[in-house]
């Protein structure tokens, strides 16, 4: 039985090579020629808007065009706007509005249409946890209406929504499963290489744009704005997303084989330690542990040995000076919880928040960051916690839809399925999905950048279910005929 003779029953064939047209090529290169080039003139004023308006039509362009490009580019986006953005506002002066960086959101709303378009018949093929999370933003937005103004509202509501077309999106196109897996692969791997690399740098030389942002911004949780001092952020925003980035990319590292993993690998394990969030480093080896649990033998085998190469290569790194010092103290800060500020403060703001989070039943809403206290004075929200920030900002009303579909998908997910131990991407996917779901807890890893990660890859492996499902029944009726 081949490939050929399955398809004639219409079974998708995992090998078919897609490759976008020149005309993509060219969009791009013109792309990226006229944000260097504004960028370099020092025409913010230019380039800021036609950057998002530009950014949006090629979106939409793929969208219609060419779908799993455009996943590649909306992936691409989140891994590179921060670092333009930066880049502008070195040559043209700092921008308070932060205009550039509402290109990823468009980028990825592109897919509402599929959202709008197919959720509600969606109930019936498995899409209950898109429709019920839904429910729950509705609410909080409306709250958040009445509590704030629609302006700050619509503006809080792009960090929870844009995870969850976008997620949607795969779920629906499951039939495209083999060509996302080969996009994703190949963006997160050159990704992680990239970023990798800047990151280093980053660390090392502290260029110029990235010294500018850091003191026109005040943020000093990022480090100091000088070599060896900086806590690594790479080309992304903050080191809390560009480490979910990093612990994402490396274990997808792990199906991978070719030229560039080894330095990929180098690169990136190098950075996602320089980030200093050591959440991420324990969700990274939880993830790493449930991949090693999913897959064959075989596999496994394979798995183990590149994890040896890999460490092989990174110790000697993570060892030499100048990123032994940092990375030490912060390694040694895990055996010493109770003298670290950090930790403590965040167990502080934990024990605060829990009470007044199941304390507020309608929620505060979304964009609502004041709470009014017993003397009507407006006190600030913190509360460093994806799970209580949930409750605290949808309310019950929302927060137990939102997070119910987070969990329902999480469990679909995670039901056993004999495709996972051969498919090493899809292991590799639900590994990625545990791995930020277990840091909900101690992060709001639902919102931005974060929550598309956490989102889209609960989907991928839902959609790669469906997939490997339809495959296996194709297969089963092709037999039966023959």
Request: hydrophobic residues 50%; aromatic residues 14%; charged residues 10%.
């Amino acid at each position: 039985m081949n490939y050929s003779q399955l398809n004639s029953y219409n079974l998708p064939n995992p090998n078919q090579e897609t490759e976008p047209p020149k005309l993509t090529w060219i969009i791009l290169g013109a792309f990226i020629l006229f944000t260097a080039a504004g960028t370099a003139a020092g025409a913010g004023s230019l380039v800021r808007p036609g950057y998002v308006l530009f950014s949006f039509l090629i979106a939409i362009f793929l969208y219609l065009k060419h779908p799993p490009f455009y996943v590649g580019f909306t992936w691409w986006m989140w891994f590179t706007t921060p670092l333009i953005s930066r880049l502008i506002d070195y040559r043209s002066g700092f921008d308070q509005s932060r205009l550039v960086l509402v290109a990823q959101y468009l980028v990825t709303l592109v897919c509402l249409h599929t959202f709008l378009k197919d959720l509600p018949k969606s109930y019936r093929q498995g899409g209950l946890p898109f429709i019920i999370a839904s429910i729950g933003l509705a609410y909080g937005f409306m709250i958040g209406i009445i509590q704030t103004s629609p302006v700050t509202a619509v503006r809080s509501l792009l960090d929870w929504l844009v995870p969850i077309p976008f997620a949607f999106y795969f779920f629906m196109n499951w039939r495209s499963y083999p060509q996302f897996r080969k996009i994703i692969k190949q963006v997160f791997i050159w990704g992680v290489l990239f970023t990798g690399v800047y990151g280093i740098i980053q660390y090392l030389v502290a260029p110029e744009w990235d010294r500018f942002w850091l003191i026109s911004t005040e943020l000093k949780s990022f480090g100091d704005p000088e070599p060896l001092k900086i806590r690594v952020w790479s080309t992304m925003s903050s080191p809390g997303p560009f480490a979910t980035m990093m612990m994402s990319g490396l274990l997808l590292l792990f199906t991978s084989t070719g030229p560039i993993t080894i330095p990929a690998a180098g690169a990136g394990y190098l950075t996602f330690l320089l980030t200093l969030v050591r959440t991420l480093w324990g969700c990274w080896f939880v993830g790493l542990l449930s991949m090693l649990s999913a897959i064959k033998p075989r596999l496994q085998m394979r798995l183990f040995m590149t994890l040896l190469v890999m460490v092989l290569c990174v110790v000697p790194l993570a060892n030499m000076e100048p990123f032994s010092d940092a990375i030490n103290a912060r390694l040694q800060s895990l055996t010493q919880l109770d003298k670290d500020d950090s930790a403590n403060v965040r167990q502080e703001i934990y024990a605060e928040g829990i009470d007044k989070a199941l304390t507020n039943y309608l929620g505060t809403g979304i964009g609502n960051t004041f709470i009014v206290d017993d003397e009507g004075k407006l006190i600030p929200i913190v509360i460093d916690s994806g799970i209580l920030d949930t409750i605290f900002t949808l309310g019950w009303f929302g927060g137990i839809p939102y997070l119910g579909g987070i969990i329902l998908l999480f469990m679909k997910g995670f039901q056993s399925n004999a495709a996972t131990r051969s498919d090493s991407f899809m292991a590799a996917s639900r590994a990625v999905a545990l791995g930020n779901f277990c840091a909900l807890p101690i992060g709001s890893a639902m919102l931005g950048f974060s929550g598309v990660v956490l989102w889209s890859f609960l989907a991928i492996v839902m959609a790669a279910q469906k997939y490997h499902a339809h495959q296996k029944s194709l297969q089963n009726q092709f037999h039966q005929l023959y």
